[in-house]
């Protein structure tokens, strides 16, 4: 489906949620266009290409459990969207050796995407909070 002038990406943004529930790589490998920039930090070097995308993806996702995950209301203009996401989860990746793998991660993704609607660069921000469980407060996200 062609989406160049399509602004509303809430369902890309549920797609990349389900994917990210149920830590499904091929899943999301099928939002991102075939050359697509991930970066998964603004300091970090960019993942290009499926291939370390979904491989960034696994490792990433595969030690966690109990994500709860919360989408806020993504804001597009022509071919670049912006979402608010907040999560909590248990990873013990994240905190090796410590007794409490609760993670909060509020986040933000800035999204291109191209003409068949396929994420084609990807910026993302979050601010970790290792050891609690932090809900996300009243109004966020809209």
Same mark, same amino acid.
Request: proline letters at 4%; aromatic letters at 12%; zero cysteines.
């Given at each position: 489906m062609d989406r160049t002038h399509r602004t509303d990406r809430s369902e890309w943004i549920e797609q990349y949620a389900d994917a990210w529930r149920e830590k499904d790589p091929e899943a999301l490998r099928t939002l991102f266009a075939h050359d697509a920039v991930y970066h998964s930090s603004p300091t970090a070097r960019p993942l290009r290409g499926h291939e370390e995308? =979904? =491989?960034? @993806?696994? /490792?990433? &996702?595969? &030690?966690q459990s109990e994500l709860?995950? %919360?989408? *806020? %209301? +993504?804001?597009? /203009?022509?071919?670049? =969207? %912006?979402?608010? @996401? @907040?999560? =909590?989860?248990?990873? +013990? /990746?994240r905190r090796p050796g410590t007794d409490d793998d609760r993670v909060t991660l509020p986040g933000c993704l800035v999204?291109?995407?191209?003409?068949? *609607?396929?994420c084609d660069e990807l910026w993302e921000y979050v601010t970790p909070v290792s050891g609690e469980k932090i809900d996300a407060p009243p109004g966020w996200g809209v």
């Open positions: 995308i =979904t =491989t960034y @993806w696994k /490792q990433a &996702t595969h &030690t709860d995950l %919360v989408l *806020g %209301v +993504p804001l597009s /203009q022509g071919n670049r =969207t %912006v979402v608010e @996401w @907040w999560a =909590t989860l248990r990873d +013990p /990746q999204l291109r995407f191209d003409d068949a *609607g396929r």
